[in-house]
Every structure is written in structure tokens, then in C-alpha cells.
């Protein structure tokens, strides 16, 4: 079973940067699509950014665009998403996901079948 390893995540007051970082256990593992969705407590799991794999196109969220960035490395099969003006809103916790079907839509959560543990973002006023 491959398994998704996130790190990267941390305190920063608002307008820093982080970048978080998504490896994947296999490194020959493929997917159609890697994304990351966050999860601020009390509220559903949203999208952030998603990228394909054969074509390296991005996606991102409407409010995340200008200031969030999804890059790929093929090679070690790592996703990174580079976040620059941090706001306290965007205090959640970050997962990297991937999804392995096709006909995948990469807004939504329920089209990806591997998820790594999470890992916490805060954002100080």
C-alpha cells in the first residue's frame, strides 16, 4: 500500500511563506492527479490546488491563486505547495492526496483514493 507522507507544516505569522511537501512511498507509484485539500476545524474539507501528472497542469482554488503554487518533481515522485502571504484563514490542516482512477475530478475529494495524515498549518494574527 503506498502511502503519502506530508511535512513541511508549522506556526507563521501573517504574510510569510511555507512550503509543505507530499513524497510518496513508491517512487514508480503513478496517479492521475496529486491535489491538496485543507480542513479548518468545524468546517468540510475544501480544495486547494491539484496537478496532473502526465501534463504537470495546475489547479488551484479561486482564493488560493496569486499565492499559492503545486510544483512536482518526478523524479522522487514529491508534490510541493509553495504558500506565500500567509492569512489566518488559512489556519487548517493540509493533506496531500492522490487519485489513481480515471475519469477523476480533481475539486473533489471523493475522487482521490490515497490521503496522507495531515499536517497543520497555522497562521498568527
Known amino acids: 500500500q503506498v502511502q503519502l507522507v506530508e511535512s513541511g507544516g508549522g506556526l507563521v505569522q501573517t504574510g510569510g511563506s511555507l512550503r509543505l511537501s507530499c513524497a510518496a512511498s513508491?517512487?514508480?507509484?503513478?496517479?492521475?492527479?496529486t491535489g491538496w485539500f485543507r480542513q479548518a476545524p468545524g468546517k468540510e474539507r475544501e480544495f486547494v490546488a491539484a496537478?496532473?501528472?502526465?501534463?504537470?497542469?495546475?489547479y488551484y482554488a479561486d482564493s488560493m491563486k496569486g499565492r499559492f503554487a503545486i510544483t512536482r518533481d518526478s523524479v522522487w515522485n514529491t508534490v510541493y505547495l509553495q504558500m506565500n502571504t500567509l492569512k489566518p484563514e488559512d489556519t487548517a490542516v493540509y493533506y496531500c492526496?492522490?487519485?489513481?482512477?480515471?475519469?477523476?475530478?480533481?475539486?473533489?475529494?471523493?475522487?482521490?483514493?490515497?490521503w496522507g495524515q495531515g499536517t497543520q498549518v497555522t497562521v498568527s494574527s
Open positions: 492526496a492522490a487519485a489513481t482512477k480515471g475519469g477523476a475530478d480533481y475539486r473533489r475529494t471523493y475522487d482521490y483514493n490515497y
Open positions: 513508491d517512487r514508480t507509484f503513478n496517479s492521475y492527479f
Open positions: 496537478i496532473s501528472w502526465s501534463y504537470g497542469t495546475t
